[in-house]
């Protein structure tokens, strides 16, 4: 058996993020080199400030500054930062109680190594040189001799805060089609449509999955379609999807191959988009080197008649 | 021993727009469930659990939200679920949290479905670039609108009926503050007039993009009695699923919401819907699913389903409206759109659903489905308790 195919798959954006009045506050904050937590019903300063009291469920709006240095409440080493980490080179993920906080915040203290770091350590916050209101305006933590740093007393009012981040994320996976879908494409590449009939429904599957969805049992046996077959319903595309190299408008058509147990999707060509109908006859129409057929043309027979094809819409 | 009768007490919505940019997740999400505490008047300390939705995580790449959401519904130190079933999401979370006290589990439960589009870009989250696929497919729409064709094709619709039903739905947009779109010069000429983009659906017949929550009390009969205004009953609940693409699908009237309707009714000792059922509120993203939902629900025979929406029998005055609200044709947070439908059958038996009330609705129908034709989920609720 062929190998299995594999090929990376990045998924990719940048999310946006409203902030609301508190992280506004808390990332404004950040931007002014001032560090803001909320104070809750029972009298506590949490770091980083939430919205709304976790004991009593109310909305808190208190903001108190807090100071740049604080207390290492415990760690753990990071023997190989990954890309987006707070530092290139190997690192303590640390919570640091800050001073006048009484919870911990999570970021990276800068320090030669885990024996250079110990709970209950001083620590202070080393700020990035340039700041536009995110977490990364804290660059990281280093250590740090002394007491309390002077908080300045700050409101949490900022003349132009911001109200808005760009979180941009990113998910690197490996991913495989498995193998039936292997073996269909390893049979495109020589223009031919292999799908694998289900050995309880007998109805033919294409592309096959390796199962059948309904009768939930493996499928095995190949069965070559096509490559004729009939439109069996479609859509006209007008507008132009992101990502979709595909000159509108265009047919997208549901089309089941002669032989398959259910229609594929593919583009119908070589005849005004305006003509194309339910029950048209087509076939495949290749281009050296694609994987999958370009589009599907008429083949110039008659319309099938729609009970042969009213099951395979 | 047999099931708690389940009451809705307390609605909430947020105002539904295109961006609420003045809030968080949390913010959003707040705002809807202090609304339904406030109608119930009833307080955080009054729940015992918190049941949410939302549609895939992609839609705001906040990956399981719930889990930052929990303090600002009040769920801590209480049972918090998270549902996710696609588009129905919003269904299904309210009959998830239903049958919580239906089990005499817990007696108050708050419930609450969301999303926030603007964050995202629910287009980019469901045509990701799979290696080895071609990519053919332009959005939601492009995937439903050959599905449309085969239901005009099955049953001779004039194709005008889409344009009727999306006409109808915006004009009850403007009698529901909390719809997100609210044409005011809206005419039927300029919806026919509207763009194709995916012929047969044009652009007048799709939903838009919004950001909003939605959330609902749900109490058994203690709470009931306690309420300040008239609750909400459950007749019945149900959910069903069923694979995306299969030999025999029937994507016009999927057999998983036939067979879900069916149950509904089989609870709720319902015979005969189109006439025991007083109005509908059905997930409509592109205008023709109303009459194909018409008939997958059984309120018409096949291929009849255009008829009741041509001759003004789903008008908010006609003799079964349909999406009093403005539907989801008008209001479009996707994890929300469910519980919309479900909170809106329940305005209407209380008898609170303002200037798109029903007169004297008695039974109402809420409906959701989601993936593509692939979940379903429907309550019925009643201004009366259930008989046994």
Redesign the interface.
């Given at each position: 058996m062929a190998e299995i195919?594999k090929?990376?798959?990045a998924?990719e954006?940048p999310?946006?993020?409203?902030?609301?009045?508190?992280?506004s506050a808390f990332l404004t904050g950040l931007r002014e080199r001032v560090v803001l937590g909320v104070r809750t019903g029972d009298g506590r300063v949490l770091v980083p400030p939430?919205?709304?009291?976790?004991?009593?469920?109310?909305?808190i709006r208190d903001l108190v500054e807090v100071a740049a240095t604080g207390t290492v409440t415990t760690w753990a080493w990071n023997h190989e930062p990954r890309r987006g980490q707070p530092l290139d080179t190997p690192f303590a993920w640390v919570l640091v109680r800050l001073d006048g906080a009484d919870t911990g915040l999570l970021h990276a203290l800068d320090v030669p190594g885990p024996g250079a770091v110990h709970t209950g350590m001083r620590v202070r916050i080393r700020w990035a040189e340039e700041r536009s209101g995110a977490i990364t305006d804290i660059a990281c933590f280093e250590p740090y001799d002394g007491g309390p740093a002077q908080a300045t007393g700050h409101t949490g009012e900022f003349e132009d805060a911001i109200?808005?981040i760009v979180?941009p994320?990113r998910l690197d996976y490996t991913?495989s089609?498995g193998r039936a879908?292997t073996a269909y494409?390893h049979a495109l590449s020589e223009r031919r449509t292999v799908g694998e009939r289900?050995p309880s429904?007998r109805?033919?599957?294409v592309p096959p999955r390796g199962a059948?969805?309904?009768c939930g049992v493996a499928t095995a046996e190949q069965v070559e379609v096509g490559p004729r077959g009939t439109v069996?319903?479609?859509?006209?595309?007008?507008?132009?999807?992101?990502?979709?190299d595909?000159e509108v408008?265009y047919v997208?058509?549901?089309i089941a191959l002669d032989g398959a147990?259910?229609a594929l999707?593919?583009?119908i060509g070589g005849i005004p988009y305006d003509q194309v109908r339910?029950g048209l006859r087509v076939v495949p129409v290749w281009t050296e080197g694609a994987?999958?057929p370009d589009h599907y043309r008429p083949t110039g027979e008659p319309d099938a008649e729609?009970e042969t094809y009213?099951?395979l819409? | 021993m047999s099931k708690e009768p389940v009451a809705v007490v307390g609605v909430g919505q947020t105002k539904h727009v295109a961006?609420?940019?003045?809030?968080?997740i949390?913010?959003l999400v707040?705002e809807a469930a202090q609304r339904a505490l406030d109608d119930a008047e009833l307080t955080?300390a009054d729940i015992d659990a918190v049941v949410i939705g939302k549609a895939p995580d992609?839609f705001?790449?906040?990956m399981m939200p719930e889990l930052y959401l929990?303090?600002?519904?009040?769920a801590?130190g209480k049972p918090m679920l998270r549902v996710h079933t696609a588009g129905s999401v919003g269904g299904s979370t309210a009959l998830v949290a239903a049958n919580l006290v239906a089990a005499r589990v817990h007696g108050t439960v708050l419930t609450l479905a969301f999303e926030?589009q603007?964050?995202?870009?629910a287009?980019?989250?469901l045509?990701?670039?799979?290696?080895?696929?071609?990519?053919?497919?332009?959005?939601a729409g492009?995937f439903f609108?050959?599905?449309?064709?085969?239901y005009m094709?099955?049953t001779g619709a004039p194709d005008t009926v889409g344009s009727l039903v999306a006409y109808k739905d915006r004009r009850n947009a403007l009698k529901n503050p909390y719809a997100h779109l609210h044409e005011h010069d809206i005419t039927l000429e300029k919806v026919q007039a509207s763009?194709?983009?995916?012929?047969?659906?044009r652009y007048s017949e799709t939903c838009p993009s919004s950001d909003g929550a939605c959330a609902m009390v749900l109490t058994d009969r203690a709470g009931a009695a306690r309420a300040p205004r008239p609750p909400a009953w459950m007749l019945g609940g149900a959910m069903r699923s069923e694979?995306t693409?299969?030999?025999?699908?029937d994507?016009?009237s999927p057999q998983a919401g036939k067979d879900c309707a069916a149950d509904v009714y089989r609870q709720a000792g319902i015979a005969d819907p189109r006439r025991d059922i007083d109005a509908v509120e059905m997930y409509v993203p592109f205008s023709w699913y109303e009459p194909m939902w018409l008939e997958n629900l059984g309120f018409a025979d096949e291929g009849e389903g255009w008829k009741l929406t041509e001759s003004g029998v789903t008008e908010l005055g006609g003799d079964l409206p349909v999406n009093m609200s403005g539907g989801v044709l008008s209001t479009n947070p996707i994890g929300a759109s469910g519980m919309i439908r479900f909170a809106e059958a329940a305005l209407q038996v209380r008898g609170q659903a303002g200037e798109h009330q029903v007169e004297g609705a008695r039974r109402v129908l809420g409906h959701a489905y989601g993936g593509g034709s692939q979940f379903f989920s429907m309550w019925l609720v009643g201004s009366e308790p259930p008989q046994s």
């Open positions: 195919l090929a990376p798959l998924v954006f999310f946006t993020r409203s902030l609301g009045p508190v992280q939430v919205e709304y009291d976790p004991v009593t469920a109310e909305e109200t808005g979180a994320a991913y089609p879908q494409i289900c429904c109805k033919v599957y059948c969805p309904t069996t319903t479609f859509c006209i595309v007008n507008i132009k999807a992101k990502n979709l595909i408008p997208y058509a549901h147990g259910l999707h593919g583009r339910m994987r999958y729609y009213k099951e819409l | 961006a609420r940019r003045d809030v968080s949390a913010g707040r955080w992609f705001e790449g906040v929990a303090d600002a519904l009040g801590v926030k603007s964050e995202s870009n287009m980019w989250g045509s990701l670039p799979i290696p080895f696929q071609q990519p053919l497919l332009a959005g492009g609108a050959p599905h449309v064709r085969a094709r099955r763009p194709m983009l995916w012929d047969p659906i694979p693409l299969f030999a025999g699908k994507a016009v």
